[in-house]
């Protein structure tokens, strides 16, 4: 059974950070890339980072200069550090390997 359990959201002042995790367990996903996705009210989930097995990561423009993809194979987890956190920001975020999906995460960005 795969699960992908994410964590750190919160409620966060405009300007500031957190940092997201997602820890996933049931398999190995060194081998494929693995992604956050953030989806806000009445919008469609896009995708935010991804991160792949070599090479550079991707980032959404909107966050590109402001978050930080990264993994640690040996835990299993990914992780997104968020810096300069605008309201624009607040959305539930979604960590996704393959097909599998976490239960999200909400971040809330206060103005």
């Known amino acids: 059974q795969v699960q992908l359990v994410e964590s750190g959201g919160g409620l966060v002042q405009a300007g500031g950070s957190l940092r997201l995790s997602c820890a996933a367990s049931?398999?190995?996903?060194?081998?494929?890339?693995m992604g956050w996705f953030r989806q806000a009210p009445g919008k469609e989930r896009e995708l935010v980072a991804v991160?792949?097995?070599?090479?550079?990561?991707s980032y959404a423009d909107s966050v590109k200069g402001r978050f930080t993809i990264s993994k640690d194979n040996a835990k299993k987890t990914v992780y997104l550090q968020m810096n300069t956190l605008k309201p624009e920001d607040t959305a539930v975020y979604y960590c996704?390997?393959?097909?599998?999906w976490g239960q999200g995460t909400q971040v809330t960005v206060s103005s």
């Open positions: 049931g398999r190995t996903f060194s081998s494929y890339a």
């Open positions: 991160i792949f097995p070599v090479g550079t990561p």
């Open positions: 996704n390997v393959q097909n599998y």
